[in-house]
């Protein structure tokens, strides 16, 4: 299938209707109003602000320390720039796991306060009621199956999930539980790609992918992975389709020896 060629604005409801076209979806984390817009004007179908903001922008090791109050900042900045792709925001660490109430009220208080279309959450049955709640608030939610980042301690590293056949079967479970209560999508990160290829074709909701092969509805990067401007973090189903990393220390280094030898500014740089 081609791109999305009109500009009318992608909603929740778009994505449903792209997987039922055969079209494939595509996303991008973003976390700032400069990058968001590139984003949004190349054309792409949505945005995540995800808790990787944590990572990519905090330097933290994990997604863990990253506040409410610190997503609704980076999430507003997102929003703000974008006219075209649908903007999810991701629920951080212990903003929903303590209680169906408090899911409740931080996600309102989310999309109130940022502007943003949607919410994503990680886990399955055991949050499926508080996510019913919140779809029946007016707010529609993405779930998050496999690896699931939030729960790293207890998973003991970052390693490929549910090969096994008993949690590949519970992951079928919570993705059938997390339909049952009204997610409009299901990101699917790190799973054996036959797995998230049968829950593709078993859900009416959307799949979409990060190391899950090609048979999900669509795919997500961390856009900093995928631009090439982080080091030293290369999985095997991270393709770098650009290498910003470089093309931005060659033009600092270019306006390093400018300065330096008084090449800039020059005369028609300058006021009179």
């Known amino acids: 299938m081609g791109l999305t060629t009109d500009k009318k604005k992608i909603t929740a409801k778009s994505f449903i209707e792209m997987k039922r076209r055969g ?46 109050d610190e997503m609704i900042y980076h999430a507003r900045s997102v929003a703000r720039a974008c006219r075209h792709c649908l903007v999810v925001c991701d629920m951080p660490f212990g903003s929903y796991q303590t209680s169906r109430e408090d899911g409740i009220r931080n996600a309102i208080r989310i999309v109130k306060s940022t502007g943003v279309d949607a919410v994503k959450m990680e886990g399955g049955v055991e949050i499926a009621d508080t996510v019913k709640g919140i779809v029946e608030a007016g707010v529609p939610v993405m779930g998050h199956l496999g690896l699931t980042p939030q729960h790293i301690n207890a998973f003991g590293g970052y390693g490929l999930r549910a090969k096994q056949e008993q949690e590949a079967e519970r992951l079928i479970t919570d993705a059938k539980a997390l339909e049952k209560a009204g997610v409009f999508g299901i990101t699917l990160e790190k799973i054996p790609a036959p797995l998230a290829s049968r829950v593709t074709k078993e859900l009416q909701v959307v799949t979409i992918g990060i190391g899950a092969g090609n048979g999900t509805d669509g795919q997500i990067l961390v856009y900093a992975d995928a631009l090439g401007m982080t080091q030293g973090f290369k999985p095997k189903f991270l393709r770098h389709f650009a290498d910003v990393r470089a093309c931005m220390q060659a033009g600092v280094k270019e306006y390093i020896t400018d300065v330096k030898d008084s090449s800039f500014p020059n005369a028609e740089e300058s006021y009179d």
């Open 23 to 68: 079209e494939k979806i595509t996303m991008l984390t973003s976390y700032d109003f400069t990058t968001a817009g590139i984003l949004d004007e190349a054309g792409i179908d949505g945005i995540l602000i995800g808790d990787s903001a944590s990572n990519v922008m905090g330097g933290n090791p994990n997604t863990l320390p990253i506040t409410v």
